[in-house]
């Protein structure tokens, strides 16, 4: 199984931007690569998956045209560059690898026993 390592979390003011990085500590070329949320007191719920191979990607409604996933696989690191950030997204963001769900969409609903890493806290707020 991979290692996760998410970084880039923080306080942002609303309208504001970050990038989330999730580094792996082997290879991810075979993997697809989720981001998902959970605020307090919600369920943990998918916002966007990239495939391995072929660049597809799911975005949640809530964050499309918004945030943006991408992956350099030289790098073994996955991207999510969000703006107009507004204070819903506020949330602990974790990054997930898996081979075996079929699609993005599927891995992005499913948020099933995948590779995660320990979170990186994002906070909206003036």
């Known amino acids: 199984q991979l290692q996760l390592v998410e970084s880039g979390g923080g306080l942002v003011q609303p309208g504001g931007s970050l990038r989330l990085s999730c580094a792996a500590t082997?290879?991810?070329?075979?993997?697809?690569i989720g981001w998902f949320r959970q605020a307090p007191g919600k369920e943990r719920e998918g916002v966007s998956c990239i495939s391995s191979n072929d660049g597809s990607t799911y975005y949640h409604d809530a964050v499309k045209g918004r945030f943006t996933i991408s992956r350099d696989n030289a790098k073994n690191t996955v991207y999510l560059q969000m703006n107009s950030l507004e204070p819903e997204d506020t949330a602990v963001y974790y990054c997930?690898?898996?081979?075996?769900?079929?699609?993005?969409?599927?891995?992005?609903?499913?948020?099933?026993?995948?590779?995660w890493g320990q979170g990186t806290q994002v906070t909206v707020s003036s």
């Open positions: 997930a690898a898996d081979r075996f769900e079929e699609t993005v969409q599927a891995m992005c609903y499913i948020i099933g026993p995948y590779s």
């Open positions: 082997g290879s991810m070329d075979y993997y697809k």
